[in-house]
């Protein structure tokens, strides 16, 4: 089952360039909120990946 972030819910946001990265951050329970395209400066495009984090997930698990 995939779940679904929108952006307004991302506490934390980053950016993954090589599938690798994003697929990392992936498993670490990062969700993907879109992918862009950007362009490298030898003109190639490449796939950028925009990932979010709740503020439940951000948050540490309390040690009481």
Known sequence: ?????????????????PTNDANLKLHEG?????V??????NGQLHPCYILGKSKSMHEEPSSD
Do not use: D, G
């Open 30 to 34: 990062w969700k993907l909120l879109s």
């Open 1 to 17: 089952r995939v779940s679904h972030m929108h952006m307004s819910e991302a506490y934390q946001i980053t950016e993954a360039l």
């Open 36 to 41: 862009v395209v950007t362009t490298h400066p």
